[in-house]
């Protein structure tokens, strides 16, 4: 991840994710300060509830941890380390909702309390509800860590809230399979994909009316003002990254070039190329992820013929596009295919 003549207090964690992570090296032997160096973060700053972390910090606690743990996968752990404290006046006002999809519906409306480095986003794809997680700064080697540990609290979250009732139904994310995954995903009660367009919770949308066991209306209204307030001062990053993905997928399977998005954005494609390399990211990063996204749940989840996904994609044969295709994943259409 690299954030370029950006305002670093734009994107930033809450200083108690910091402490989780920091608990979860303690407890392998790794020492706060030994984490903390070469960072501007005040030792003992997670006590304040307020507290941030920018993102340029987190980045190098969190890299550093994963390099001197050994552990690649230290993402799953951390997210199960999380409860609903953990989450602050969020965690409680999402608690305490009446259902899953008011909880989640809390979710999105207040994370930025919680960090500005991605942002939720729910909808409904024919029967099944989706929880996406979406990047306002291209997250790079940080991206597992992150999706993996939001992806496993919800999940551990929801064996809390709706006991006896599996929440999730299946995860994607938006990254080639780590290596360590290997070893993971015999344990995954649920199915994982990865190399998609998008890193996102799915599961059957009637599951959105479960109860929640700790439903408590008075607490949920304290608990969402208080978020209210914290959310007065807590700037939001525009959201260039969803605007372009967006416009991208929405061009009806034409995949329009930097200078259509660009005025659709209203900025000349020199600002919008700028903008986009400050978020540590390009627009054919951006269009070639959203493709090779596409690609794979189409060969993975769908009756398609590669010829057909071809089309789809905007390429004039097949050849070309297995041959972007082995360029983004090193592998061929071929070996998508369950």
């Known amino acids: 991840m690299t954030i370029l003549k950006m305002d670093p207090e734009e994107y930033s964690v809450s200083a108690e994710y910091l402490a989780l992570l920091l608990a979860v090296l303690s407890r392998r032997g790794v020492a706060t300060e030994t984490l903390l160096e070469g960072t501007r973060i005040e030792p003992g700053c997670w006590r304040n509830p307020q507290a941030r972390i920018?993102?340029?910090?987190?980045?190098?606690?969190?890299?550093?941890?994963?390099?001197?743990s050994g552990e690649p996968w230290l993402g799953w752990e951390l997210g199960a380390s999380m409860t609903l404290s953990s989450h602050g006046f969020l965690g409680y006002a999402a608690m305490s909702s009446a259902t899953l999809g008011e909880a989640?519906?809390?979710?999105?409306?207040?994370?930025?309390?919680?960090?500005?480095?991605?942002?939720?986003?729910?909808?409904?794809?024919?029967?099944?509800?989706?929880?996406?997680?979406?990047?306002?700064?291209?997250?790079?080697?940080?991206?597992?860590?992150?999706?993996?540990?939001?992806?496993?609290?919800?999940?551990f979250m929801g064996e809390k809230l709706v006991p006896g009732q599996e929440v999730i139904g299946e995860l994607r994310f938006s990254y080639p399979e780590p290596d360590y995954f290997a070893r993971l995903r015999p344990v995954m009660p649920v199915p994982v994909y990865f190399d998609c367009a998008y890193n996102q919770m799915r599961f059957p949308v009637e599951r959105m009316k479960y109860?929640?066991?700790?439903?408590?209306?008075?607490?949920?209204?304290?608990?969402?003002?208080?978020?209210?307030?914290?959310?007065?001062?807590?700037?939001?990053?525009?959201?260039?990254?969803?605007?372009?993905?967006?416009?991208?997928?929405?061009?009806?399977?034409?995949?329009?070039?930097?200078?259509?998005?660009?005025?659709?954005?209203?900025?000349?494609?020199?600002?919008?190329?700028?903008?986009?390399?400050?978020?540590?990211?390009?627009?054919?990063?951006?269009?070639?992820?959203?493709?090779?996204?596409?690609?794979?749940?189409?060969?993975?989840?769908?009756?398609?013929?590669?010829?057909?996904?071809?089309?789809t994609l905007g390429y004039s044969d097949a050849s070309n596009f297995a041959r972007a295709f082995r360029r983004w994943t090193a592998r061929s259409p071929s070996d998508y295919r369950p």
């Open 104 to 155: 989640l519906e809390l979710a999105v409306k207040y994370f930025r309390t919680r960090s500005t480095l991605v942002q939720l986003e729910t909808f409904t794809d024919g029967d099944m509800a989706v929880m996406q997680i979406n990047e306002l700064l291209a997250l790079g080697e940080l991206a597992p860590l992150i999706m993996e540990s939001l992806f496993s609290s919800f999940h």
């Open 54 to 68: 920018t993102a340029q910090d987190f980045e190098r606690v969190a890299i550093r941890a994963i390099e001197l």
């Open 211 to 311: 109860t929640l066991q700790f439903a408590d209306p008075r607490l949920a209204r304290m608990a969402a003002d208080q978020c209210e307030q914290e959310m007065a001062t807590i700037k939001l990053p525009p959201p260039l990254l969803g605007q372009v993905r967006r416009i991208i997928l929405g061009g009806g399977g034409r995949f329009p070039g930097v200078e259509e998005v660009a005025g659709e954005l209203h900025m000349s494609s020199r600002t919008l190329k700028r903008k986009l390399q400050q978020l540590g990211t390009s627009y054919q990063e951006v269009l070639d992820g959203l493709r090779k996204g596409l690609a794979v749940e189409y060969l993975t989840q769908s009756e398609k013929t590669v010829d057909e996904i071809a089309m």
